[in-house]
T-cell receptor, first 113, second 112 residues
Framework: DQQVKQNSPSLSVQEGRISILNCDYT??????FLWYKKYPAEGPTFLIS?????DKNEDGRFTVFLNKSAKHLSLHIVPSQPGDSAVYFC????????????FGKGTKLSVIP | KAGVTQTPRYLIKTRGQQVTLSCSPI?????VSWYQQTPGQGLQFLFE???????NKGNFPGRFSGRQFSNSRSEMNVSTLELGDSALYLC???????????FGNGTRLTVT
């Protein structure tokens, strides 16, 4: 039973446009959500996170939106750059006292110059 | 500050053998977690250690085990290797609960 789902295995976007990556979760006990970016032959790199008490968090070109009622979060990248081409993972945590993350299977983003 | 260091980067083993992977967390981080990444299953949680104690374990058979030392360094061991154990094994460390995990570059294990 997959508790964190990224339904789009891949996404192609033109350079300069917005990239929107989506993630759905089923466990209403998840309290903290993160996005990671992964290049081949490297470990995942933390991008941005959001607590369940917020509905938006911004960091430069990256914004994460959380819709708790829909159990949905999204990552917006504006403007998209070729260096953003990577696999993006959504992850969720059960909150206080938890160091365990449940990951989605990832979305491969390709930014076309 | 040095990141999470995993050794070795690549490993080839034969079915039935055992393997030990090593992880040095970021200095000051006391929580170390291990994840397995495969193409079909994505990133799956193996276990998490804090102050030499295993606090959480994922849904993996008993052939997968780990430990943490007093300096927070961690090892994981897989015994009686199976072909399906071929994967990228990632170690991550964290300073605080509910703070981001910082991952190493992983150990690519191939079982033949």
């Amino acid at each position: 039973d997959q508790q964190v789902k990224q339904n789009s295995p891949s996404l192609s976007v033109q350079e300069g446009r917005i990239s929107i990556l989506n993630c759905d979760y089923t466990n209403s006990m998840f309290d903290y959500f993160l996005w990671y970016k992964k290049y081949p032959a490297e470990g995942p790199t933390f991008l941005i996170s959001i607590s369940s008490i917020k509905d938006k968090n911004e960091d430069g070109r990256f914004t994460v939106f959380l819709n708790k009622s829909a159990k949905h979060l999204s990552l917006h990248i504006v403007p998209s750059q070729p260096g953003d081409s990577a696999v993006y993972f959504c992850a969720a945590s059960l909150g206080a006292g938890s160091y365990q993350l449940t990951f989605g299977k990832g979305t491969k983003l390709s930014v076309i110059p | 500050k040095a990141g999470v260091t995993q050794t070795p980067r690549y490993l080839i083993k034969t079915r039935g053998q055992q393997v030990t992977l090593s992880c040095s967390p970021i200095s000051g981080h006391r929580s170390v977690s291990w994840y397995q990444q495969t193409p079909g299953q994505g990133l799956q949680f193996l276990f998490e250690y804090f102050s030499e104690t295993q606090r959480n374990k994922g849904n993996f058979p008993g052939r997968f085990s780990g430990r943490q030392f007093s300096n927070s360094r961690s090892e994981m061991n897989v015994s009686t290797l199976e072909l399906g154990d071929s994967a990228l094994y990632l170690c991550a460390s964290s300073l605080l609960e509910n703070s981001p995990l910082h991952f190493g570059n992983g150990t690519r294990l191939t079982v033949t």
